[in-house]
Structures are given as structure tokens and as C-alpha cells.
């Protein structure tokens, strides 16, 4: 390189760096950028009284009465509720136009009456919204923000944007059970500094009846620590190659997801795989596939996990309570985990909210 095109190249660097400061200025950065340095940060935990937004990123509910509903559902937990202004859209599949959704949840963030954020449904459309979110003001405004299903996007996005802790867990469309309100208080409310999480419910073993639905089976042993990262495993995929992809080095990865046969399961786990993520992977945990469609010529779940993960070695459990069931846990993405497959626990190392 010459001297002269050594200082144009100079000259270009210095330019492009000049307009990122600008953009930076307004609020415009391409979200990638705001990735760089990001510290984790956490949200205030809930009380007693607390104002909770409700918003529809993805798709909606079918009608205006089961909105309703889910307002009731955020009060009966002890808080208020407050409706995005444009809860009761619908477009086909999606809950009103892309910039509609988004500026309900940009707004709920800049909303200083506003404490946490709350998913009625997931569906599809969230990951439309990726490019549309207020980064910076999400980043100085950190609030509890769940969900599940097609949410892991934006939850998944935030994270690694803002280094804001969010969370994978229940929708105020569907009730709690207790299993799922117990794990909600004393993940969200009432913090400890370390937390077993996602353990199967209680069972009541009779003579002639055991545990069937709630079975932990370990694929690859052995314990791992890292920061959580996951959520519905076809969400996560569409990840992959964006400015949104979480950081998968040494991570404890948790994955469930719902409808996907065993082929369509290994499809998008050997996608994963190709990529190298898998093997950055500190431990995998895996939540329950539901509804998975099995038919009289497939390799079972099971075969399939094993299949994929045995090779790698990395510490493996599958069972957690974690996807499209009933009793579901909350899972802090962002926070300190820990995975001991023989004993079939995931401890949190640290509390998930202030």
C-alpha cells in the first residue's frame, strides 16, 4: 500500500467512524453496534402494586374479551395493569402493523409509569420487530420483559443489545398454575442469591403409578456454569447470522419448542451444530418438546438429542420444566447459571432482578 492510499484508506476510517458517533448521537446506530461493551444490567424485581404493560409483539389473542382476561390475570397476581394503545389491533396473523407492535413496546419501556412488560401471546411476528426497538431507551429504561415461544426473538435481541436481563417464561393469555406462580415469586419478587429453577413438580407416587410426564434424562453428564441463553429453539435459529445471534461461548443453552416432528428438531439442531455454536456451548438444557408428531417411520426425541449431543461431550439434561406446558418455570436470559446432570438441577447463581 502506497502512502497516499494508506491515507485514504485513513481518511475513510475516520469518516465511517465520524458517522457512527453521529448516528450514535441520534439514536439511529445499527443495533449491532450497541452490542459492543455491553454490561449486564437487571431489572427492578416486582411488588405488590406494581404497574405491568401489556402488549402483543407477535400475533393476538382471538378475541377482545380474552384481552381482557389476561389484564385480569396481571391484577389477580397483585398488580396493575395497563394496555398498549394498540393491543386490540389484528392483521391476519399478526397483532397490527410491524411499527405499530414496536412503538407499543418502545413506548412501555419509555413509560416511566410502567414497572414491567408483559407478552399476552407469541404466535409469529416478533422477529420482524428486531430492527424497529428503541435500544438505547430499552438500555436506560430496564424493566422485566416475558414471554415465551416466538418472543424468544426480542428477548434474545434486547440481551444482546442492551446486556438487559429478560425473561423466558409465562404469557398473561394462559393462567398460572402454582407450579408456574410459585417459580414466577421467587424468580421476579422474591429473589434469593442462589435458586434451583425448572425442577419437575411434586409427584405423588402411588403403588402401580409413577412419574411419566415429568421424567428428567440425562444425555451427556456432568456440571457447567455460564450465562443463560435460549428459549424456543425455531426462533433461535432465525437468529443465527444476524446482528441478534447471542453469544454462545461458554453459555448453558436451553431450547424447547412445540409442533416440530423429530427430523424437524434434528434439522434445525444440525443447523446449529454446522454453525460450531453447539460445541461453545458450556451445557445444554432442554426444556419439553410438545406435540411432537411422531409417526411409525422416526428416530424418537430421544435418539435424536443423543445423536447430536453424545458426540460433542458437553454436559446435557433434558426435562426441564420449560416450553409450551402448563407448569412452566422463568428463565432470567443473561444471569449466571449452574448445570449438574446428575442431580438433574439448574441453579441460578445470582439473583435475577435487583
Same mark, same amino acid.
Given at each position: 500500500?502506497?502512502?497516499?492510499?494508506?491515507?485514504?484508506?485513513?481518511?475513510?476510517?475516520?469518516k465511517?467512524?465520524?458517522?457512527?458517533?453521529?448516528?450514535?448521537?441520534?439514536?439511529?446506530?445499527?443495533p449491532?453496534?450497541?452490542?459492543?461493551?455491553?454490561?449486564?444490567?437487571?431489572?427492578?424485581?416486582? %411488588?405488590?402494586?406494581?404497574?405491568?404493560?401489556?402488549?402483543?409483539?407477535?400475533?393476538?389473542?382471538?378475541?377482545? $374479551?380474552?384481552?381482557?382476561?389476561?389484564?385480569?390475570?396481571?391484577?389477580?397476581?397483585?398488580?396493575?395493569?395497563k394496555?398498549?394503545?394498540?393491543l386490540r389491533? @389484528?392483521?391476519? !396473523?399478526?397483532?397490527?402493523?410491524?411499527?405499530?407492535r414496536?412503538?407499543?413496546?418502545? +413506548?412501555?419501556?419509555?413509560?416511566?409509569?410502567?414497572?414491567?412488560?408483559?407478552?399476552? %401471546?407469541?404466535? !409469529?411476528?416478533?422477529?420482524? #420487530?428486531?430492527?424497529?426497538?428503541?435500544?438505547?431507551?430499552?438500555?436506560?429504561?430496564?424493566?422485566?420483559?416475558?414471554?415465551?415461544?416466538?418472543?424468544?426473538?426480542?428477548?434474545?435481541?434486547?440481551?444482546?443489545?442492551?446486556?438487559?436481563?429478560? !425473561?423466558?417464561?409465562?404469557?398473561?393469555?394462559?393462567?398460572?398454575?402454582? !407450579?408456574?406462580? $410459585?417459580?414466577?415469586?421467587?424468580?421476579?419478587? $422474591?429473589? %434469593?442469591? /442462589?435458586? %434451583?429453577?425448572?425442577?419437575?413438580?411434586?409427584?405423588?407416587?402411588?403403588?402401580?403409578?409413577?412419574?411419566?410426564?415429568?421424567?428428567?434424562?440425562?444425555?451427556?453428564?456432568?456440571?457447567?456454569?455460564?450465562?443463560?441463553?435460549?428459549?424456543? *429453539?425455531?426462533?433461535?435459529?432465525?437468529?443465527?447470522?444476524?446482528?441478534?445471534e447471542?453469544?454462545?461461548?461458554?453459555?448453558?443453552?436451553?431450547?424447547?419448542?412445540?409442533?416440530?416432528?423429530?427430523?424437524?428438531?434434528?434439522?434445525?439442531?444440525t443447523? *446449529?451444530?454446522?454453525t460450531?455454536?453447539?460445541?461453545?456451548?458450556?451445557?445444554?438444557?432442554?426444556?419439553?418438546?410438545?406435540?411432537?408428531?411422531?409417526?411409525?417411520?422416526?428416530?424418537?426425541?430421544?435418539?435424536?438429542?443423543?445423536?447430536?449431543?453424545?458426540?460433542? +461431550?458437553?454436559?446435557?439434561? @433434558?426435562?426441564?420444566?420449560?416450553?409450551?406446558?402448563?407448569?412452566?418455570?422463568?428463565?432470567?436470559?443473561? /444471569? @449466571?447459571?449452574?448445570?449438574?446432570?446428575?442431580?438433574?438441577?439448574?441453579? #441460578?447463581?445470582?439473583?435475577?432482578?435487583?
Amino acid at each position: 500500500m502506497t502512502l497516499s492510499q494508506h491515507n485514504v484508506t485513513r481518511r475513510r476510517l475516520i469518516k465511517a467512524a465520524g458517522g457512527l458517533a453521529a448516528l450514535a448521537s441520534t439514536g439511529m446506530l445499527p443495533p449491532k453496534a450497541l452490542a459492543q461493551g455491553a454490561q449486564t444490567t437487571k431489572p427492578d424485581r416486582l %411488588r405488590a402494586g406494581a404497574t405491568v404493560g401489556l402488549v402483543t409483539p407477535a400475533s393476538n389473542v382471538p378475541e377482545n $374479551e380474552d384481552l381482557l382476561a389476561a389484564m385480569d390475570l396481571v391484577r389477580s397476581l397483585g398488580f396493575q395493569a395497563k394496555a398498549a394503545p394498540n393491543l386490540r389491533r @389484528r392483521k391476519q !396473523y399478526l397483532a397490527g402493523s410491524d411499527q405499530q407492535r414496536a412503538d407499543d413496546l418502545n +413506548g412501555m419501556f419509555a413509560d416511566d409509569e410502567v414497572d414491567a412488560i408483559f407478552c399476552v %401471546r407469541g404466535g !409469529y411476528g416478533s422477529g420482524r #420487530l428486531l430492527r424497529d426497538l428503541d435500544y438505547q431507551t430499552i438500555a436506560s429504561h430496564p424493566k422485566i420483559l416475558m414471554g415465551y415461544s416466538d418472543i424468544t426473538a426480542i428477548l434474545n435481541a434486547i440481551n444482546v443489545k442492551t446486556g438487559m436481563v429478560t !425473561y423466558h417464561g409465562p404469557i398473561a393469555g394462559d393462567n398460572f398454575s402454582s !407450579y408456574t406462580y $410459585e417459580q414466577f415469586q421467587r424468580i421476579l419478587m $422474591e429473589p %434469593r442469591q /442462589v435458586t %434451583r429453577i425448572a425442577e419437575p413438580p411434586a409427584f405423588e407416587q402411588q403403588p402401580g403409578v409413577v412419574e411419566r410426564e415429568n421424567r428428567l434424562t440425562p444425555i451427556v453428564p456432568g456440571r457447567a456454569e455460564g450465562k443463560l441463553i435460549g428459549g424456543n *429453539l425455531s426462533l433461535l435459529v432465525t437468529l443465527l447470522g444476524t446482528p441478534f445471534e447471542p453469544d454462545f461461548d461458554g453459555a448453558i443453552l436451553f431450547m424447547e419448542d412445540v409442533s416440530e416432528p423429530p427430523y424437524s428438531v434434528d434439522r434445525m439442531l444440525t443447523h *446449529l451444530w454446522l454453525t460450531g455454536h453447539l460445541e461453545r456451548t458450556a451445557g445444554i438444557v432442554f426444556g419439553k418438546f410438545t406435540d411432537d408428531g411422531y409417526d411409525s417411520n422416526t428416530l424418537s426425541m430421544e435418539q435424536v438429542l443423543r445423536e447430536r449431543f453424545e458426540p460433542l +461431550g458437553i454436559p446435557t439434561l @433434558r426435562g426441564a420444566m420449560i416450553g409450551h406446558i402448563e407448569d412452566q418455570t422463568v428463565v432470567p436470559i443473561g /444471569v @449466571r447459571a449452574r448445570l449438574d446432570v446428575a442431580d438433574g438441577t439448574l441453579t #441460578l447463581l445470582e439473583p435475577a432482578v435487583r
